[in-house]
């Protein structure tokens, strides 16, 4: 097997890295803040399952992460089959 390493090649873009918020829905301790932040990261995550009643809080509090962090937010919205028929 032969590889070719061509430095002239057109170069893309690496995706930029994000996180997901974490699952135990407490707040980031400063001091996590502060290396998240060293590694200058892209977003912050979160799903939402709107059917459940604690997306409102949940919003809240990634929306005071992500501020914290100092990147965007990232949101995926996650819909019941019979979302819109009233369901």
Excluded: C, W
């Amino acid at each position: 097997m032969n590889l070719t390493l061509d430095v002239n090649a057109a170069k893309q873009r690496l995706p930029r890295a994000g996180l997901g918020i974490a699952s135990h829905g407490q707040p980031t301790s400063q001091r996590a803040r502060e290396r998240l932040r060293a590694l200058h990261l892209d977003h912050l995550r979160a799903d939402f399952i709107l059917a459940e009643n604690e997306y409102e809080n949940q919003l809240r509090r990634t929306k005071e992460e992500a501020e914290a962090l100092g990147v965007l937010l990232h949101i995926t919205l996650l819909l019941s089959e019979g979302a819109g028929n009233g369901d």
